[in-house]
């Protein structure tokens, strides 16, 4: 017993290591210089600018905490998605799937430094609100925010694994990561108030990570407490724990499929 | 003026090692080569992997600048008069890329075709022409990435004859191709030669470069080890040539008699079984027989065979390994 | 340049121009950047505009067009010759006695076509989800606009092409090149929002003067000086792009050649 625990936790930390050293294999110091740091605040100034354009210099804050916030986005859903398919691409899959180990465990495992890095990318959104954009910070619950940012790296690299699942099955994965990037723009509420929205329209916005989040975070910069956002984390939490559990699901019987049916290899 | 001149022509590769401490590491590729083919020959480049076959026709095809040394096509050099150069080569390099997979063969030929300024009615007719002599006549609008192996490299030919070329580089040209598809091939390389063309062609299967080339130069490790016409490369392995005689019996004196035979190089016995096998070395392989028959007279003796040297013999024996 | 050469040289673009958009029609990636992304971008804008989208509909349809233009230099034109690398055709397009810059001039002009075609689905989007009827209030020059901005973005992309290829690293940055030429360029909120010390920067893009013809033409203050000076810059910095590129294609591609980067890295 102890000893199958003492093997998960050597997995799940051989595939955290794996995965992150897959980002840096193409990620040297240069590199994420340019897609973390950089590219990220040139869409937040974008948005935010044309945020300031449309409802007013007032409402910078609504924007810049939105943005912030999506910055999640982008590490749970190409980091976690290209450890995924990375396996695919490099012909590793049937190696994985003819091993006897745990494969929640190897799942969870990749997504692990994707959701560490999720969070720095939000820090760093906020780190350019405060110093660029005169983000106010003076009321905030930091304790409050900090969890708030670590549940939604969760979430989102929860989404991440669910589409990286999808991604093995067809061959367009950037045209998959770059469409759900773009609509969770639109239907997170990064840059707009989701109130109106058409009922359809926020029954989308709901059902995907950040979009809780991310009015708990503008709640809390407006001076909210832990037990009046504790209501929106946890579902946003749960959500994420369905994404894992859909993506894990999806990953098993994609194996089965494949075994069955002999497309371990296919591209 | 020959069609191709080589001198001394050398290419160095440098490599990075390590992410943090990075270090240059320097690979001679070519080292020395110098050669000349002349126009409407067939030369042949033989050499194991790594040797520097690749590397030189690139050199030569003007896709890679020399370290040192020069090269001349058709009296022009392959560095500085690279314009002059393109429109009367063509060239293989082969293999699984190289094509616009999402096109289709006609398409393919149709884009080279503009590349080298052919006219479209010239191209019209050759088109077609090419894809008939390669074999790909019916499959010739389907998209390459559906293509076999085997049919991407004979669509690497029609391409590379788009222009009608004076001069071909032909690198490995029937690597992955099927036993039929081989042959095909060496077909259109000896049509090819028949028109007057100038091709050199690098492989290392043995017996097309016998088959195929005039002369062969054999290069390993980037220097040319030797240059010849096959049969004189064969010459160098003469002393392979070995005549078996099955003997009951093999008496010393016999043996010395033989070995004081001017043309013979040596002799020895080897025991099979119950009788004894006699080996001669002798340059004048099957041919001394007959001489060696009149020796034997009043002996016994069973079968006779004789082994010549191979154009591999020669090639084993010049790039290293056990003759 | 050899003149004797010039028909030649314009069927191989024309060539160049086919085989790119054939290839175009089959791969998503492209079909994301060039459509679906500036759809997302309109709808988006359209949204936050809302209050005032009577007033900024054609200026969303156009600046969101903007964005599909310079996507599709950024990531498609840019990698015009690093593209043909990994497919492994460069070496058999460098042997070719046409010039490189010749077959990229086709492809970009493929690209621009294609691209320019988003800002049509961008139309035909708006008017289906808001129920707008959008004008361009001064359509010739509108057009005579377009052209000049096919101009530009068709000989920015020969830079692009050649920047790309001389410097592995370059490619790191592409990400992060496409957004702030959004927001210099103006295409979706006058760069008078930006900090003053910006605005020589916006001046220095051809996509900027792009974005003001066709924004200035679409909402009718389409002026003689005005435009004059848009087309005028647009045209300035054409001829700066040619002149250029020729000899930034000499310099890279004789420098891949000592390299031996034509062919795999």
Known sequence: MLKTARMNLRLFYDGAMLSYMALFRWLQPMTYLASMVFAPLTYMLFFVFLGRFATGEDNASFYVIGNSIQMAASSGIYGVTMSITGDRWDGTLPYLFGAPANRLVIFVGRAFMHVINGYISVLLGFFWGITLLGLDLSQTNIGAMALTILVTSISTAGLGLLLGCLSLMTRNVMFVNNTVFFMLLLFSGANIDITTFPAWMQSISYALPLTRAIVAARQIVAGADLSQVANLLGTELLYGAIYIVLGYSLFTWFEKQAKQRGTLEAV | MNAIEVNNLRRVFTTNIGRFKRETKEVVAVDDVSFSVADGELFGLLGPNGAGKTTTVKMLTTLLIPSSGSAHIAGNDVVDEADQIRPRIGFIFGGERGLYWRLSAIDNLRYFASLYHVEPEVSAKRIPYLLEMVGLADRGKEKVEGYSRGMKQRLHIARSLIHDPDILFLDEPTIGLDPVGARGLRQVVRNLQDEKKTILLTTHYMFEADMLCQRIAVIDKGNIVAMDTPEELKKLVLDLSVIEVEMFGVSDDLISTLRSQNYVDNVSVENREQRQVLMVQTERGSEAIPDLMTLFEGIRVGKVTSREPTLEDAYVRLVGGEA | ?265
């Not at chain 3, 989800?129 to 020059?141: D, H, K």
């Open chain 3, 1 to 265: 340049m050899n003149l004797s050469k010039l028909p030649a040289h314009w069927r191989t673009i024309r060539i160049s121009f086919e085989m790119q958009l054939r290839q175009n029609f089959s791969d998503p990636f492209i079909i994301f950047a060039i459509i679906v992304q500036p759809m997302i971008i309109a709808t988006l804008a359209l949204w936050m505009l809302q209050d005032q989208v009577d007033q900024f509909a054609i200026f969303v349809i156009v600046g969101s067009g903007m964005t599909g233009l310079w996507s599709s230099l950024l990531f498609i034109s840019g990698n015009a010759i690093t593209g043909e690398r990994w497919v492994g055709t460069l070496e058999g397009l460098v042997a070719s006695p046409t010039p490189m810059p010749v077959i990229v001039l086709g492809k970009n002009l493929a690209n621009v076509f294609q691209s320019l075609s988003s800002m049509l689905a961008s139309y035909a989007l708006v008017a289906l989800l808001f129920g707008l009827s959008i004008e361009i209030q001064q359509p010739l020059l509108f057009a005579v606009s377009i052209l000049f901005a096919m101009l530009a973005f068709v000989t920015f992309g020969l830079i692009m092409a050649s920047l790309f290829i001389i410097n592995p690293a370059v490619q790191n940055w592409q990400n992060g090149l496409e957004f702030p030429v959004y927001i210099l360029g103006g295409f979706l909120f006058p760069i008078a929002l930006l900090p003053g010390w910006t605005t020589p920067f916006s001046y220095l893009l051809a996509p900027y003067w792009a974005a003001r013809a066709l924004q200035a033409a679409s909402v009718g203050a389409g002026t003689f000086e005005e435009m004059a000076l848009n087309w005028g810059m647009m045209l300035f910095f054409s001829i700066i792009y040619i002149i250029t590129s020729r000899s930034l294609f000499l310099f890279v591609l004789r420098k891949a050649r000592v390299d031996a980067t034509l062919g795999m890295q």
